[in-house]
């Protein structure tokens, strides 16, 4: 479908904004990529696919878990522009869903993503691997019953791995489990060498964090950088909330980040989901 042969030595090259609008097209019409590569040659521009689909914008790299990329895509240091989804279903992203694949040395930068839940800059589900990559700009979740938004992912599932990635997008949510650098983090999961530095804001109960809202994985060595943490119900400077087998590890937090719940100052940040190293 592109030049190259999609073997790790000889990979399928994406030159152009068309290339990556061709490979969302065949991974939600059914082609996973598994094992195969995938290398992005140039910068681009996708403000082109702005009015797309009724005005909705760009059509993410994977639909839902049953259409997802499951290939090893390198972004090769380059970064993406002109990223704006307005669309009122899960799973929005520049990749809506990534099963059991690989996202890295990517930067996508000045994104506008609104959608119903699990939406993040570089996937809205990942199920794999995410590393070397940042996002700039803001991310929206909209419906008040579903939640799962992140600067980077909106979920790093089972046994995923979210590495040496950060956020300055302004993350806001209707709903819980929002955070700066994903919304949940699942059993066997972790989010590792992350840093976050954009605002964070969410309601309800289920956490809103400055690197993760709601965790039952592990999040370890990152770093909240965020100036304002803010929801109405379990929010901390690091992890909102969490259950099961949470591990927070040598993680740290900016000393001067305002918390707030419920419009009033949190105090006592060294405890709980504000557990972190001074």
């Known amino acids: 479908p592109f030049e190259g042969a999609g073997t790790e030595s000889n990979p399928y090259l994406i030159k152009t ?11 939600n019409g059914g082609e996973s990529f598994s094992g195969k590569y995938l290398r992005l040659e140039n910068n681009l521009d996708l403000s082109g696919y702005a009015s797309a689909d009724e005005g909705k914008g760009w059509t993410p790299i994977g639909t839902s878990t049953l259409a997802s990329f499951s290939g090893n895509f390198d972004g090769n240091y380059k970064t993406i522009a002109g990223l ?3 669309r009122a279903s899960i799973y929005q992203g520049l990749f809506g869903a990534v099963f059991y ?23 809205g589900y990942i199920r794999g691997t995410v590393e070397n990559c940042f996002v700039t700009g803001k991310i929206q979740g909209l419906l008040d019953d579903i939640g799962d938004i992140g600067g980077i992912a909106g979920d790093v599932a089972n046994n995923a791995i979210a590495r040496n990635c950060y956020s300055s997008a302004e993350i ?33 109960q289920g956490g809103v964090g400055g690197i993760a809202g709601y965790v ?42 305002t918390v707030m719940v419920n419009n009033t100052p949190k105090t006592s940040l060294n405890k709980g989901g504000d557990k972190v190293r001074s």
Do not use: W
């Open 172 to 204: 806001s949510s209707n709903n819980d489990r929002v955070g700066g650098i994903t919304g949940q983090v699942f059993p066997g999961a972790k989010v590792e060498y992350c840093y976050s530095t954009g605002s964070v804001s969410g309601t309800g």
């Open 216 to 257: 039952s994985g592990t999040v370890q060595n990152c770093a909240a950088l965020n100036p304002q943490v803010s929801g109405s119900g379990n929010v901390g400077r690091v992890m909102g909330s969490g259950s099961g087998s949470v591990a927070l590890e040598n993680n740290f937090a900016f000393d001067g980040m």
């Open 17 to 27: 904004a068309q290339d990556l609008a061709r490979l969302a097209e065949l991974v």
């Open 101 to 123: 694949g690989t996202v890295k040395n990517l930067g996508v930068v000045g994104v506008d993503i609104s959608g119903h839940g699990t939406c993040g800059g570089i996937t």
């Open 84 to 86: 704006y989804i307005n």
